[in-house]
C-alpha cells in the first residue's frame, strides 16, 4: 500500500472521530510511521509503504481517533523554535504561551524561577534566548519534573536549570530578579466545555484549581513577591477574561507598574508587574 492509500483511508476516520484537523494531523502521523521528516511527506507518497510501518500508522491513527493529543502521541511539540518533549505527565505547549516568554525576554535576566513549570518549557525557551542567566522550576508533580529535566538535558541546559519539588514558592530560599508562572487558571464550570484532547488527556491538575480559576494567583503573587529582588518582575500568563483580577492582585501586593499583555487575538494573555526599590 502506498502512502496516499493510507492518507486517503485515515482522513475520514480522524473527521468522523470529530478531529479538528484531520488532513495535518493524518499526514503527521504518517510521516512519523514511515521515519520521514513532515515537511518531506508528500516526496514519498507515492512510495510502498512497509507493513511494519503501516501497523505502526494504524496504531497512531487509533490513539488520534480516541482524540489523544498529537503531540503526546508523537511524545514532542515544538514551542518557541525549539521540540519540547511531552508526555500525559504535562500540560502541551501552546503558542499563546510564547507571549509569556516575549515579555520575560523583554529585558536581560541573571535569575529566574519558573512556578508550575511543568515541561520546562517557559523556564527552558528563557534560558536558552539569555546565555548568562540560570534558573529554577518548582512543580507539585514529581512526574512533570521528569519531563522539565529530559528537556533540559536534551537541551544542553542541564547546568543551567535546576528543578525543585514543591507547591508554588515552598522551599525555596533563593531571591530572583524574574519570576513567572503559567499556572493552572480553568473555572471548574468551564472544564465540561474544553476539547477531549484537553479534557481527557491532559492532567487536571495543570489546568484547573476548581472555584473561580484564581486561587493559584493569589497564593503566587503573595509567596513570589517575597522572592523578587529590588525591580525584579513578576509576570503570569492569564485566562482572557482575569486580566483586571489579577491585575488588582498584583497591585494590592504593592507591585509596580502592573500591565496586561494581550495575545494573537487581542486578548488579555499575561499580566506583569515590577517590584519597587
Not at 141 to 154: G, K, M, P, T
Amino acid at each position: 500500500m502506498i502512502g496516499t492509500e493510507l492518507l486517503r483511508n485515515a482522513i475520514p476516520r480522524l473527521k468522523d472521530a470529530g478531529v479538528e484537523d484531520a488532513v495535518r494531523d493524518a499526514r503527521l502521523l504518517l510521516a512519523h510511521a514511515m521515519g520521514v521528516a513532515a515537511d518531506r511527506l508528500t516526496l514519498h507518497l507515492a512510495e510502498d509503504v512497509s507493513a511494519d510501518a503501516v501497523e505502526r500508522f494504524e496504531s497512531l491513527v487509533d490513539a488520534r481517533v480516541s482524540r489523544r493529543p498529537v503531540s503526546q502521541i508523537l511524545g514532542t511539540r515544538m514551542f518557541w523554535g525549539r521540540s519540547f518533549t511531552v508526555t500525559g505527565d504535562v500540560l502541551d505547549p501552546r503558542p499563546e504561551t510564547e507571549i509569556l516568554v516575549a515579555a520575560a525576554l523583554q529585558q536581560p535576566f541573571a535569575k529566574m524561577l519558573d512556578l508550575g513549570t511543568g515541561s520546562g518549557c517557559i523556564l527552558l525557551s528563557c534560558l536558552l534566548d539569555m546565555p548568562m542567566a540560570v534558573g529554577m522550576g518548582t512543580d507539585i508533580s514529581e512526574a512533570a519534573l521528569e519531563v522539565a529535566r529530559i528537556n533540559a538535558a536534551l537541551l544542553g541546559l542541564g547546568a543551567r536549570a535546576s528543578f525543585q519539588l514543591g507547591d508554588w514558592c515552598q522551599g525555596v530560599r533563593d531571591r530572583f530578579d524574574l519570576i513567572v508562572s503559567n499556572p493552572p487558571y480553568i473555572a471548574a464550570h468551564e472544564m465540561l466545555g474544553l476539547t477531549p484532547e484537553v479534557r481527557d488527556w491532559e492532567p487536571h491538575l495543570a489546568l484547573t484549581p476548581g472555584g473561580d480559576g484564581l486561587a493559584a494567583y493569589r497564593r503566587i503573587v503573595t509567596e513570589a513577591s517575597e522572592l523578587l529582588l529590588s525591580r525584579g518582575r513578576l509576570m503570569v500568563e492569564i485566562g482572557p477574561s482575569q486580566g483586571r483580577a489579577v491585575a488588582a492582585m498584583f497591585e494590592a501586593e504593592g507591585l509596580q507598574q502592573v500591565q496586561i499583555v494581550k495575545d494573537f487575538d487581542d486578548r488579555d494573555r499575561v499580566v506583569r508587574a515590577i517590584k519597587s526599590e
